[in-house]
């Protein structure tokens, strides 16, 4: 019997408590704190890195690019077989879908 006065008193003491009226207020203001982006957190190498990285590969694919050109000669002719390409039309028309 003792126990269930104890436990209906704790009842009865947790709500007669007042909440906080500005705990919603403090809680919604660090959630907006927490989703804010911090603004410089890229290290500065980092960046720098990117810069050379993007240089590099436009240099390596303009040299690229470049030798395919110096080494192809006018006399060179491609002969292509395409007759297996174009039997692949069959499977574009709607009736056999």
Do not use: C, H
Not at 15 to 25: C, G, H, I, M
Not at 37 to 42: G, H
Not at 73 to 96: R, T
């Amino acid at each position: 019997m003792k126990t269930e006065q104890y436990i209906d008193n704790l009842i009865r003491r947790e709500k007669q408590t007042e909440p906080n009226p500005f705990l919603s207020t403090r809680v919604i203001a660090e959630i907006e704190k927490s989703q804010k982006p911090k603004a410089n957190q890229v290290p500065v190498w980092q960046s720098v890195a990117i810069a050379a990285s993007i240089a590099a590969v436009a240099f390596l694919g303009i040299t690229i690019g470049n030798s395919y050109v110096d080494n192809a000669s006018p006399e060179m002719v491609l002969n292509i077989n395409d007759s297996q390409i174009e039997n692949l039309g069959y499977y574009n028309f709607a009736d056999y879908e």
